[in-house]
């Protein structure tokens, strides 16, 4: 019996239980079945297996009350990851090298982000979008990570920064106005960093001021590090109505790419990531609507703050990918090349290394699809996301290293990406809040806890 046959099999007993309630029932076809045939084998991963094993008191539980592993993905789920591993291997791959020497994405890569619908995953069917769940958005990022993490930080930013933002707190008339865009042709772009407000995000001196009529406010003022800026269609930035008041005067605004007033600047050249687009932003009064204000005046910095955590997880991902990416390069070679009659991956010390880094990958996807459970149920998750964040960058880093270090020579140079890789992920450390920023909230929230 095929492995295939057996997962479609097991599949269609947990149906069939959820669908009917007979999970009491010792009289159903399926229950006596299942009872046959204790041990299913399924496929897991890409590269691994394992045994899964029904003991007969399983099968007096529903298959809602039967909890999964964090890193077990429903239908649905597997359905997308696979969808963006495929689309990835076959159109992302040939141009990843390309487009990192020109330091650009290609627009025909941005079309078919949206084509697949990776640009509005947790978008609702109403308004175009592919009405997934917030894990379904992260195993996309991961997925595009493992080849190219330039364009999976633009899949990533767009979903869990701006799209939810717009979900989460926009008006009626903003929804209708922006959620069909974000889902089908406009790239986002998140607008906060200044020169003098990195970490300190809320330190901003962009100005938002109202008109006499009440009916639109001008912006002015000048954002840089600016993620997506090139390819954006709009632009969610942060502005203070009244810097009297501090952080609670800023106001978060929907502006089109094409508002007069709004010039993107030349891309910085970055250590990684270069063909992801990051430019400094210039606002020369721009006229922004009233109706396109992201929820309430003067609450901007709360929004900011809830979606960033949200971000973190989404970054984590991109880091679990780029290590996967990384044993995607080092592990074939390792298994094909031989030194003294013996083949590198058989070397005790090369096994202890590989299986090290391995081990590791598995602890941050536990911790980063542990914490997209948490925020899925309504469960408190600033800690968590904080240290998803944290280690898997950490082990990001470690993985692009000691990949680099297997290949030998090859890896050194750009015959293979994963010198690219080894570039890529420093950025993890930095980005939606450092790594000492999540150390400090990390510590904070434990504090807490303890008192």
Known sequence: MSLAYCRTAAHRVARSLQRSDISSSTSSPFCKAARHNHKIQCTVSRTFSASLTYPDESMEHSYEQRRLPVTQFTEDEEMIRDAARHWADEELRPLVREMDNEGKTRPEVVQGLFDHGFMGMEISEEFGGSGMNFTSACLVVEELSRVDPSVSIMVDIHNTLTNNAVRFWGSKELKEKWLPR??????????????????????????????????????????????????????????????????????????????????????????????????????????????????????????????????????????????????????????????????????????????????????????????????????????????????????????????????????FTQDLLAEKFFRDCKVGSIYEGTSNIQLQTIAKRIKDEYR
Request: proline share 2%.
């Open 182 to 411: 974000l889902a089908s042709e406009a790239v986002s772009s998140f607008a906060l960093s200044e020169a003098g407000s990195g970490t300190d995000a809320f330190a901003l001196k962009t100005t938002a001021t109202e008109s006499p009529d009440g009916s639109y406010y001008t912006l002015n003022g000048e954002k840089l590090w600016i993620s997506n800026s090139r390819e954006a269609g709009v632009f969610l930035v942060f502005a203070n109505v009244d810097h009297s008041l501090k952080h609670k005067g800023i106001t978060a605004f929907m502006v089109d790419t094409n508002t007069e007033g709004l010039h993107v600047g030349k891309a910085e050249k970055k250590l990684g990531l270069r063909a992801s687009s990051t430019c400094p932003v210039v606002l020369d009064d721009v006229k922004v609507d009233t109706a396109d204000i992201l929820g309430e005046v003067g609450l901007g910095y709360k929004y900011c703050i809830n979606i960033l955590n949200e971000g973190r997880i989404g970054i984590a991902s991109q880091q679990i990918g780029i290590a996967k990416g990384c044993m995607d390069i080092a592990m074939p070679y390792l298994n094909d090349r031989s030194q003294f009659g013996t083949k590198l991956a058989d070397f005790q010390g090369m096994e202890h290394q590989y299986a090290q880094i391995a081990t590791e990958i598995h602890a941050a996807e536990i911790m980063t699809y542990n914490t997209c459970r948490m925020k899925e149920n309504g469960i408190p998750f600033v800690k968590e996301a904080s240290m998803a964040k944290l280690y898997s960058s950490q082990v990001a880093e470690k993985a692009a290293s000691k990949s680099i270090e297997w290949l030998g020579g090859i890896g």
